[in-house]
């Protein structure tokens, strides 16, 4: 029993570390999901044959977003179109969200004209998740958790 009581809180530590880290891995296959999902939507030809609104790919993405378990989920308002940079250290104010919700960010990035040949338009589509663990020596270790994923697609208009 004395060997069990020392033993016991060091290995439902271990037990519940392991249980956040794998959370963080969840929050990163969705986040890269959402991502790559944007860019789809983003690149494709929409009904009037110039691609969908960011709007509309917002919205088709919140829906999935819901699917997955994400309850705040926005395209953050003022911090223009530019995608978050790699890494995640150096995110502007504006991009970092609170924790446990995810930002979307989408940006075209223009075709090079006088490339030639000519160079295709792309969307680049990106999630911004906060992650904190639980588990309360993690969290301190750790902090909170910025996990970034970046999509780009040539367009199709």
């Known amino acids: 029993m004395v060997e069990f009581s020392l033993l016991a809180p060091v290995f439902f530590l271990l037990l519940v570390g392991v ?6 891995g969840f929050y990163f296959v969705v986040g890269s999901d959402l991502a790559r ?26 829906q999935q977003a819901n699917a997955a378990g994400i309850a705040t989920f926005d395209i953050p308002a003022g911090c223009g179109t530019t995608t978050p940079p790699q890494p995640p250290a150096a995110l ?10 995810m930002h979307f960010f989408i940006e075209t990035v223009a075709a ?3 490339c030639a040949p000519p160079t295709p338009r792309y969307k680049k589509v990106s999630t911004v998740y906060a992650f904190r663990p639980v588990t309360p020596m993690l969290s301190n270790l750790t902090g909170t958790i910025y996990i970034v994923a970046t999509a780009a697609m040539n367009t199709e208009y």
């Open 19 to 24: 249980l956040d880290l794998g959370r963080a």
């Open 112 to 114: 090079c004209g006088a």
């Open 92 to 101: 502007s104010v504006c991009q970092t969200p609170t924790i446990g919700e």
């Open 37 to 62: 999902q944007g860019a789809r939507y983003a690149s494709a030809w929409g009904n009037n044959g110039s691609g969908y609104t960011d709007p509309t790919v917002a919205g088709m993405i919140q």
